[in-house]
């Protein structure tokens, strides 16, 4: 339990602080400026999942079956980072049709900025792996904190003073603050990076990692394309002015990425050591049932309070309060797919998960090709609402006939109610807010019925179910 506070705490900090960057952002730039904002972000996270190679996973993987860990650290860090080198070598001759898609602007500075954010995203995502696993969890919080802090002061400092509200300035300060965790990292990490490097290579062993990892890069790729591929298709069929609005929607539902994120953080490391230890089943179905209460909870709540929204933003952004509670569903979505699915990883039939993904992939971009012209940022949330709900079904599906069978009924039917009550008020059938307040304080009720054996359940989080 204390683990999970020590994550927990920071990760609540981290989610404060980004909370408090959107209003900032939409005040001091415009939707077109956080709409290419977005862009690098996607660009970014897009060579980061690709050249990982899925070793990151590996190496959580592995972490608690090998003796020689500053080794495995080393073999699982270096492929991607020297085929990243490369292929940025290479791709820099393509500078004007990447830097025309991504942010509209045919800029040699922008395409620059966005390899030095690859790299930076590259090694933020071993560095919080190694991190995560030596189960540090006041350094995991304090590397999530301060780059946000200061990204959270530029955009403040921006809203005061007029030279600093420019597009280059933005994207600038955002590639600093990625470094800025690289470098908080670092200190944390300076023992083991230092051993590491030191370390032999263990190349008899990559090729085992890699049957693991490659799996889940082909997967990783089609899960970034579920999660991203709408800020794609909002900037082709619409523009960067939509693809802001809906950044600032996705950005506030925030308090679910925080949920989701806490709980990733925990649980794999957490579920693999109990497979090991032979840990029951009941004891997967219980969290199983807690996180689908929390987070349909969740979702109802804030579909309740949306109406508030409007109140701490410009006018433009009128529309958030009606596609925020869609935009939470992906995250949730997936925090509850961990664990329904989890039968896949634990069993290693990692092959199968790009399947399912391609598989919501398709559907997402089908639904955001027919939604996007009709309702703008409100399609777009709906396509990747129902792509999520679809990929969850699917993987819950596969992990049970995998590993093991878990009680479905109710998730489906709860999964279902929610995506429809999401798709009314993303689609904005009526705008009166009280008949959403109406809809989704009965559908919270519902849900304390349906789950009103869980209840007793959620008393073993003071006891700690990790």
């Known amino acids: 339990m204390r683990t999970l506070l020590g994550y927990a705490s920071g990760s609540a900090l981290s989610a404060i602080l980004s909370f408090a960057t959107l209003p900032a952002l939409a005040w001091s730039f415009s939707q077109e400026d956080i709409g290419k904002l977005v862009m690098l972000q996607v660009a970014c996270s897009l060579m980061a999942v690709v050249f990982s190679l899925g070793l990151d996973q590996s190496y959580v993987r592995e972490f608690n079956e090998v003796e020689d860990k500053y080794g495995l650290a080393k073999i699982c860090l270096l492929p991607g980072l020297v085929l990243l080198a490369c292929v940025c070598c290479l791709i820099a001759y393509f500078h004007q049709s990447a830097g025309m898609f991504f942010f509209g602007i045919d800029s040699r500075g922008y395409f620059y900025l966005a390899l030095a954010g690859c790299f930076a995203l590259y090694l933020e995502r071993f560095f919080s792996v190694f991190i995560r696993m030596q189960e540090w969890a006041v350094a995991y919080s304090v590397t999530k904190v301060f780059p946000k802090l200061f990204f959270l002061s530029f955009v403040l400092c921006a809203y005061f003073y007029l030279q600093f509200q420019s597009l280059q300035t933005l994207l600038f300060m955002q590639v600093l603050s990625w470094f800025l965790a690289i470098a908080v990292m670092s200190v944390f990490l300076a023992q083991v990076l230092k051993r590491a490097m030191t370390a032999q290579l263990p190349f008899k062993g990559l090729r085992p990692l890699l049957s693991f990892g490659l799996p889940l890069v082909l997967n990783g790729i089609a899960f970034w394309g579920l999660t991203y591929v709408d800020r794609l298709m909002l900037a082709h069929y619409a523009s960067f002015a939509d693809v802001g609005l809906y950044a600032i929607a996705a950005g506030f539902a925030g308090v679910a990425m925080l949920f989701q994120q806490i709980f990733s953080t925990v649980w794999h490391p957490t579920i693999y050591r109990w497979v090991a230890e032979g840990v029951q089943l009941e004891r997967v179905c219980t969290v199983s049932a807690v996180l689908q209460l929390i987070s349909f909870l969740l979702i109802a709540l804030v579909g309740s309070f949306a109406w508030l929204l409007p109140y701490f933003l410009p006018q433009d952004y ?149």
């Open 318 to 466: 009128f529309a958030v309060e009606f596609i925020i509670a869609a935009c939470m569903i992906q995250p949730l979505f997936l925090m509850i797919s961990e664990v329904s699915g989890i039968g896949i990883s634990v069993s290693r039939a990692t092959k199968y998960l790009p399947a399912v993904t391609v598989a919501a992939l398709i559907v997402n971009i089908g639904l955001n090709v027919w939604l996007i012209p009709l309702f703008g940022a409100g399609g777009a949330a709906v396509a990747t609402a129902v792509s999520t709900g679809i990929y969850l079904l699917f993987k819950t599906e596969l992990s049970w006939r995998l590993w093991c069978t878990q009680p479905t009924a109710r998730l489906y039917l709860s999964m279902m109610l929610t995506l429809t009550g999401c798709i009314v008020q993303a689609l904005a059938i009526t705008e009166n807010t009280v008949y959403y307040m109406v809809m989704w304080s009965s559908f919270a009720v519902f849900l304390l019925y349906l789950y009103r054996d869980v209840l007793p359940k959620l008393k073993q989080l003071k006891h700690g179910i990790f």
